[in-house]
């Protein structure tokens, strides 16, 4: 079982929709939680992180984490056509992923269509 | 200003070749890292630096090297390359904190490496 496990997708909506995004993961040590965007042929951007349990929210992206079931989404609402990309999800331990890296999830392809 | 960047973005080669990567921040940042993206877009961790020490070294082969000449720097040396080698190899840096904190990775563009 890997430890971070994601949907590849493609998953595919209209504009304007509200999107879902999750991870379950194995390692009950991961504390940093952490969504990046990633377009085509382009690195990995931050979009959101969270610290242990809980949820955030920046503009149309929520994140949320339930560590008790090993779990995080992300949501996005008013889905935009900019919004396509690869979405992973990555987490870390106590460091903060300074020491240890990070574990990415193998992300999800999301199609927003106009 | 680029705050992560890579050198080459593509880089085809045969089998068996010798082939370095290069890699500059300009955030001030104290770690560094690499992380390898196979075709089935899988991003995992290979090595990182702080203060020009090797703070993890993952079940990487020993073909690949990483060499940092400075804090800015951190280059990536792969020797007698194979098929299995093509990938997309990204850099990142960090200002790592204090246990209980966390800080943004930023990614480089990547380089595009196919091994013929």
């Known amino acids: 079982q890997k430890e971070v496990e994601q949907d590849p997708g493609p998953l595919s909506v209209p504009e304007g929709a509200i999107v879902s995004l999750n991870c379950t993961y194995s390692?009950?040590?991961?504390?940093?939680f952490m969504w990046y965007r990633q377009y085509s042929r382009k690195g990995p951007e931050l979009l959101m992180y969270?610290?242990?349990?809980g949820n955030k929210e920046d503009g149309r992206f929520t994140a949320q984490v339930d560590k008790s079931s090993k779990y995080i989404s992300l949501f996005i609402r008013d889905s935009q056509p900019s919004d396509s990309a690869t979405y992973l999800c990555a987490m870390s331990g106590d460091s903060g992923g300074g020491a240890d890296g990070l574990t990415f999830g193998k992300g999800t392809h999301l199609i927003i269509q106009p | 200003d680029t705050a992560v960047s890579q050198t080459p973005k593509y880089l085809v080669t045969q089998m068996g070749n010798d082939k370095s990567i290069k890699c500059e921040q300009n955030l001030g940042h104290d770690t560094m890292y690499w992380y390898k993206q196979d075709s089935k877009k899988f991003l995992k961790i290979m090595f990182s630096y702080n203060n020009k020490e090797l703070i993890i070294n993952e079940t990487v082969p020993n073909r690949f090297s990483p060499k940092s000449p400075d804090k800015a720097h951190l280059n990536l040396h792969i020797n007698s390359l194979e098929l299995g080698d093509s990938a997309v190899y990204f850099c990142?840096?960090?200002?790592?904190?204090?246990?209980?904190?966390?800080?943004?990775?930023?990614f480089g563009p990547g380089t595009r490496l196919t091994v013929l």
């Open positions: 990142a840096s960090s200002q790592v904190k204090d246990r209980g904190s966390t800080d943004t990775q930023y």
């Open positions: 390692n009950s040590a991961f504390q940093y």
């Open positions: 969270t610290y242990s349990s």
